[in-house]
């Protein structure tokens, strides 16, 4: 086995992957980037069949102009300077049953469209896209808060924020039922969820507005010779600054001495020591094969199986060499979608469930965008719809971890099933697109068919996903893998971190070699999400203070952390101390706890309970606060006395919507801490707001006794 030295490795040669190498060769690092495939560029890539070439994944790159997601990335690793881009105008056209829509490049003209064709809901349409836009700018201001150092810290994010939060923290059906009501123009509206895999009610608001706002303001592009034009203009990069991206290297391992990564091993005998290690192959493959769950925290691993359990969904596209132009026959459009219905969550179903007849579809036709594609005379086209890993049980193979191996006599390739289940899809797809251009069938030169077990084929991506995990609520921005690992100088890029998309890909690689590049150099950065301003000096207001006029404790029930005993507050069932407060306020909980303790030792005498309250908690943290409960959990149940039992003593109940505060009539804990004595029977023996809680509510029990 033969050993090279690097200042970093990049695993892995997707746009991702390809961006951090880049970003680490222009900072003078001696880089090394290892792709499996034979060639640059993951889902930015293409096959030829003589002489047509076909792109693999990309309809339209939002924003490669000034102020667009993409401009960045695509600038300072000067692919601008070696690929000519084309803003697609239309940028697309989708056709539902008896009606058309145009989506033009200037976004308010497309707003006129929409307005033309929806008069009634005129002024919702026009506060929805503003809405949408001041989302956009709250998150370019985040981001520049960042940079600039000025972030504030997690409490006071919403103030900062509200906008942004708010998205973060919405379903898209949530969102823009806020402003638009007709079922078929919030159909219409939403005809792009398909580019994210998840209709409105289960799609993160804000996944689906910045893209939206970025492909309508800053442009739709399309960059001749394809996302493969893209990917060998970053791999000339990265050799023009004297890093190297070496193919038909796959991964086997990350090794981990003392806490670091030290070095990668390949299938083909290399051993690659480095400072730093940047992956932008999948999070699950990463940290569990290649680096071992014995290395990792339990929680992380934990976290990883999550986001293992949920990838996002695949596709089936069907790619067309056809012996006619329909540039010459006056086909106009770039991108056509397809809809036998104006509800997206009908839609899903017909999908995810293989009715591949009646599901929606995207026909996508290269030639204006990318001239050369096709010999004269002839055109590109591809059909694409969203499809599931386990339709039909696998595609036939019965879920046989084997079918994923070449070496496998049951190799889904050679499965009769699987050819037959794959020539039925495609079908159903042309069939579909026959009925729009007559005599497609006849006019077919090539044709391939790939499905999710394609996409695994070249990605490795678990599910064949072409987004990494789900970008639901509960699954994106805080509550998605990060960049950073429990590895101090092991680092993520691509869709598993910042969600799917080609520019989204190219940031996560920016990102990542950036917070490389600090812990290599020594460089303070702005941490990713949080950054503390100084305190202000300005006089704090007064703490409201609200006493209790109720005679008992109300019938309110929660979920305590760890254990996840429900416990009522009514029916305790014996003297206990409930202490009401907020994350800023914690600090009471323990003196409460420490005063009572030392008169009241056995949690059989008085029963602690610390009520959260994390109303004014973004949904999208909600996870980080869960993890960091548990981790105060723990903590304290280390410090319990041999023979204490933690469930007896250590009662964490989160209050997530303010209810259980309110229920007690309490307000201001965000301020001051509040307390409620709680006599066997349930009647309210006390309550104090005051600063030495813990004197008071001694005295108080001292008064039940």
């Not at 001696?30 to 560029?41: C, F, I, Q, S």
């Not at 993520?492 to 998309?501: D, R």
């Not at 690689?509 to 917070?515: K, N």
Request: glycine share 8%.
């Amino acid at each position: 086995m033969s050993t090279e030295k690097y200042d970093a490795i990049v695993i892995g040669a997707g746009l991702g992957g390809l961006s951090a190498a880049g970003y680490l060769a222009k900072a003078g690092k001696k880089v090394l980037a290892l792709e499996h495939h034979t060639v640059p560029g993951g889902y930015a890539h293409e096959f030829r069949r003589g002489k047509y070439r076909f792109e693999v994944a990309l309809h339209a790159l939002d924003g490669a102009g000034p102020g667009g997601w993409a401009y960045p990335a695509l600038s300072e690793l000067e692919v601008l300077d070696q690929v000519t881009f084309h803003r697609m105008d239309p940028f697309y056209t989708v056709r539902f049953p008896g009606r058309e829509i145009t989506a033009h490049a200037d976004m308010v003209q497309y707003e006129g469209e929409l307005i033309r064709q929806f008069p009634e809901e005129a002024a919702g349409i026009r506060q929805l896209v503003d809405a949408m836009l001041t989302v956009f700018f709250e998150v370019r201001r985040f981001m520049v808060d960042g940079e600039l150092g000025v972030r504030p810290s997690m409490a006071q994010m919403p103030a900062r924020y509200p906008n942004m939060l708010a998205a973060m923290s919405q379903n898209w059906a949530e969102f823009m039922g806020q402003y638009i009501h007709d079922p078929e123009l919030q159909g219409v509206f939403t005809t792009l969820w398909a580019y994210y895999g998840l209709p409105p009610e289960q799609l993160s608001a804000a996944t689906f507005i910045f893209p939206w706002v970025s492909y309508h303001l800053f442009g739709a592009y399309y960059p001749e010779g394809g996302s493969m034009a893209m990917s060998r203009a970053l791999e000339a990069t990265i050799n023009k600054y004297g890093g190297e991206v070496r193919y038909k290297q796959t991964v086997t391992k990350i090794e981990i001495e003392d806490g670091k990564a030290t070095a990668v091993l390949t299938d083909k005998g290399l051993r690659a020591e480095a400072d730093l290690i940047i992956s932008n192959a999948n999070p699950p493959d990463t940290m569990l094969k290649f680096v071992g769950r014995e290395h990792l925290p339990e929680r992380y691993v934990a976290k990883v199986e999550d986001a293992l359990q949920k990838p996002a969904l695949s596709n089936l596209v069907v790619y067309l060499g056809l012996e006619r132009d329909l540039l010459a026959e006056g086909w106009p459009y770039h991108e056509l979608f397809l809809a036998e219905t104006y509800d997206p969550a009908e839609d899903y179903d017909n999908m995810v469930n293989g009715r591949f007849s009646q599901a929606g579809l995207v026909i996508s036709h290269y030639d204006q965008a990318d001239p050369g594609c096709a010999p004269e005379g002839g055109s590109v086209i591809t059909i694409t719809a969203l499809a599931a890993w386990d339709y039909a049980d696998q595609w036939g193979t019965g879920g046989d971890p084997a079918a994923l191996h070449p070496q496998s006599k049951t190799y889904y390739r050679k499965n009769p099933q699987y050819q037959e289940l794959k020539q039925a899809a495609g079908d159903a797809l042309i069939d579909q697109v026959e009925k729009v251009i007559p005599g497609l069938r006849q006019s077919i030169k090539y044709v391939e068919v790939a499905t999710p077990l394609t996409n695994y084929r070249y990605s490795l991506n678990p599910g064949g996903s072409i987004y990494g995990s789900e970008q639901t609520v509960d699954n994106m921005y805080l509550n998605r893998l990060s960049e950073k690992t429990p590895i101090p100088n092991l680092f993520l890029a691509g869709a598993w971190v910042t969600g799917g998309g080609m520019s989204a890909a190219m940031l996560s690689g920016r990102s990542a070699a950036r917070r490389a590049l600090a812990r290599l150099d020594g460089v303070t950065v702005a941490p990713q999400m949080t950054v503390d301003v100084p305190e202000t000096t300005e006089e704090e207001p007064p703490i409201s203070q609200s006493p209790i006029s109720i005679p008992e404790a109300p019938d309110v029930t929660l979920t305590a952390v760890q254990s996840n005993r429900e416990i009522n507050l009514k029916s305790l069932g014996q003297t206990a101390v409930l202490v009401f407060h907020t994350q800023d306020t914690r600090d009471a909980a323990k003196a409460v706890n420490l005063a009572v303790r030392s008169q009241y030792p056995l949690a059989a005498d008085v029963l602690i309970a610390s009520v959260l309250d994390l109303s004014g908690v973004p949904r999208m943290f909600r996870k980080i606060a869960e993890s960091a409960m548990n981790k105060a959990y723990q903590k304290m149940a280390d410090s319990l006395p041999a023979g204490f039992e933690p469930a007896e003593y250590l009662l964490m109940l989160p209050d997530w919507d303010g209810a259980a505060t309110r229920a007690f009539g309490l307000s201001g804990v965000d301020k001051q801490a509040a307390v409620v004595v709680l006599a066997a029977n349930g009647d309210i023996a006390g309550v104090s707001q005051e600063s030495d809680l813990g004197e008071a509510v001694v005295k108080i029990i001292g008064l039940i006794d």
